[in-house]
């Protein structure tokens, strides 16, 4: 592809960049003087139409994504609260599924929703059962290469989990107070211990979505904490200081579970 | 994999393929002629999504329309959402791939939403440029679609459908002429429709799109989140005369309707294609 900018573009990529800064950064005052005013409007009421029709498309397409968090705070608190993420993180794709990932993080720090305390594990919650539905199937490659593998690169292997299983710890009962808010659901909002910690497998099995709670024994924590460890990539070396004589049972059983899919020599 | 999947005949009058409809269009599998697809929607690999849009390319012909591509933006084509594309296209063959002749993206941000360009000579070597590149990587002519606007440039230098004719011409792409935004613009900018309507370049003509918009009482807003509106029915009786027999597809994308609504809205097309066309014989 050739290169695209050259003395007869500067003008345009000067007004597309004057434009972007009045769409995410509210200054209108250089996309304005571009711009053509009438009778009918002025010139920043036209830009105006275009920088609310941005924030429109992408605030309903994060409402989309995070139906619950919207049903919390109400329709016009979370289009002023996207509109403030919107301007903080814009979009860098084109591809509305891969939008929001940022909005966790976002509301970490947004003390208006400081109020409802399990308002930013929802976001994290919707963003992973969205991220789940969106992801490829991983394809799983064939687990019998690792006998392949010499001593030397064993302690540089490192496992991979599958992008359609998401981990998610709260503090809260992130995944009735979800349920609680589908159509036709009989839970209740008022009937869930909302401060009960929780560990969940958000998966995709086929086409559908779902969400196993992981028991508190010692033992299911221990597998939990296993596979957090895997998502970070942990090497090998490092997995079996840690887990010692019950690592072969935990990778046999992530293995067979479809949970770790891969495995990369780093 | 051509062999699994319905003949690409584009003809009479198409629906947009919309997720609301999903299910009941798998299991009842309605007598529509063609769909038009949101590509950007389906580009990542190996999503449901996907495995739906291949389910329904074996019994449908589907073209694709996107917002992504950015044609008249400053900054380099985008080669991921490229290269993304043309796997789309080569697993699914669409009839034809459209976009806008706008730009969506710059700076690295994407806006998500069809800003206007300036119409001047250089930006119609600007995008020239740009569509040849895009055809000559995805192997097809490009179909690009006018869209509706709100506000006009000081630099501009021709009409908007002067712009079209340069760019088309020069750049030997196709036309989806939407009769809607056609309305919209000349309401907008108190324009004649017809004279830009008329001076659209017939031959070049894919497809045409209709849709509704909203009356925001100082402008009009291409939302599609309505029927049609009578104007734009009546300017589409002038598009038929003008253009002859093309494909036709309704947009529907807010507050989207039943299907059968939907369908309603493509039959009310079709009926008066036919019309202006038997009388045209």
């Given at each position: 592809?050739?290169?695209?900018s ?7 990529e ?6 972007i ?11 304005t003087?571009?711009v ?6 002025t010139?920043e ?9 941005v ?17 919390l705070v109400g ?6 609260m996207?509109?403030l ?13 891969e939008?929001?990932?940022d ?9 208006p929703v ?5 308002f930013v594990d929802m ?15 991983s394809?799983t ?26 981990l ?5 009962r992130?995944?009735d ?6 159509e036709?659901?009989?839970?209740k ?6 401060e009960?910690a929780v560990?969940?497998?958000i998966?995709?099995d086929e ?7 992981m028991s508190?024994?010692?033992e ?6 296993f596979?957090?460890?895997v998502?970070?990539?942990t090497?090998?070396?490092?997995l079996?200081e ?14 067979q579970?479809?949970?770790?899919r891969?495995?990369?020599i780093? | 994999?051509?062999?699994q999947?319905?003949?690409?005949i584009?003809?009479?009058?198409g629906i ?8 009941e ?15 950007d929607n389906?580009?990542l690999e190996?999503t449901?999504?996907?495995d ?8 449908y012909p589907v ?6 591509l950015s ?11 490229l290269?993304?594309l043309?796997k789309l296209?080569d ?14 993206s710059?700076?690295g941000?994407?806006t ?8 001047t ?11 040849l590149?895009?055809q ?9 679609e ?7 440039f000081k630099?501009?230098?021709?009409s908007?459908w002067?712009f079209i ?10 036309l ?5 935004n056609?309305?919209?613009s000349?309401?907008n ?10 001076a ?5 003509v894919a ?15 291409d939302?599609?989140s309505?029927p049609?509106?009578?104007?734009v ?6 598009a038929?005369?003008h ?6 597809l309704?947009?529907?994308d807010n ?20 019309q202006?066309?038997?009388?045209s014989i």
């Amino acid at each position: 592809m050739k290169a695209q900018s050259d003395t007869n573009t500067n003008d345009l990529e000067t007004l597309q960049n004057d434009f972007i800064n009045a769409f995410f950064n509210h200054d209108k005052s250089a996309a304005t003087k571009h711009v053509l005013g009438d009778d009918t409007l002025t010139a920043e009421q036209r830009l105006g139409i275009y920088s609310g029709s941005v924030h429109g498309i992408l605030t309903q397409a994060l409402g989309q994504t995070f139906p619950v968090c919207k049903s919390l705070v109400g329709d016009t608190f979370f289009d002023n609260m996207t509109k403030l993420f919107i301007d903080k993180y814009p979009p860098t794709t084109t591809v509305f599924a891969e939008y929001g990932n940022d909005l966790p993080l976002f509301l970490s720090t947004f003390d208006p929703v400081k109020d409802i305390p399990y308002f930013v594990d929802m976001a994290r919650f919707e963003w992973a059962r969205h991220a789940v539905y969106h992801n490829q199937n991983s394809q799983t490659i064939d687990f019998n290469k690792l006998a392949e593998v010499s001593e030397e690169q064993q302690a540089l292997l490192s496992f991979k989990l599958s992008k359609t299983l998401h981990l998610i710890h709260s503090d809260f009962r992130i995944d009735d107070i979800w349920f609680a808010h589908q159509e036709n659901s009989e839970l209740k909002l008022e009937d869930i211990d909302l401060e009960k910690a929780v560990k969940l497998f958000i998966w995709k099995d086929e086409d559908t979505i779902k969400i196993s709670l992981m028991s508190h024994t010692e033992e299911d924590s221990a597998y939990w904490d296993f596979l957090n460890v895997v998502s970070e990539e942990t090497t090998l070396g490092d997995l079996a200081e840690r887990f010692g004589e019950q690592l072969p049972e935990y990778l046999n059983q992530s293995i067979q579970s479809g949970w770790i899919r891969s495995f990369a020599i780093n | 994999m051509s062999h699994q999947f319905s003949k690409n005949i584009i003809a009479g009058c198409g629906i947009g393929l919309r997720l609301d409809h999903f299910d009941e269009i798998e299991k009842t599998r309605p007598d529509i002629p063609w769909f038009e697809v949101l590509s950007d929607n389906y580009v990542l690999e190996g999503t449901s999504q996907r495995d739906y849009l291949n389910k329904i390319r074996k019994d449908y012909p589907v073209t694709f329309h996107g917002v992504g591509l950015s044609i008249g933006s400053t900054e380099p084509l985008n080669q991921n959402y490229l290269k993304r594309l043309k796997k789309l296209k080569d697993e699914v063959q669409p009839a034809w791939i459209s976009d806008h002749l706008c730009w969506t993206s710059a700076h690295g941000i994407v806006t998500h939403d069809l800003i206007p360009l300036p119409y001047t000579k250089n930006v119609v070597k600007h995008i020239v440029d740009r569509i040849l590149q895009v055809q000559d990587y995805l192997g097809e002519q490009l179909v690009i679609e006018n869209v509706s606007s709100y506000l006009q440039f000081k630099t501009t230098e021709m009409s908007e459908w002067e712009f079209i004719n340069e760019v088309t011409h020069q750049s030997d792409c196709r036309l989806l002429l939407d009769v809607n935004n056609i309305y919209v613009s000349a309401q907008n900018h108190n324009f004649d429709a017809e004279d830009y309507l008329f001076a659209m370049p017939a031959k070049r003509v894919a497809e045409i799109h209709l849709a509704g918009y909203e009356d925001r009482g100082t402008h009009l807003l291409d939302t599609h989140s309505r029927p049609v509106t009578k104007p734009v029915w009546e300017l589409f009786e002038k598009a038929v005369k003008h253009v002859g027999d093309v494909p036709v597809l309704i947009e529907w994308d807010n507050d989207i309707p039943s299907l059968d609504r939907v369908i309603k809205e493509s039959s009310k097309a079709k009926s008066i294609q036919q019309q202006v066309l038997s009388e045209s014989i």
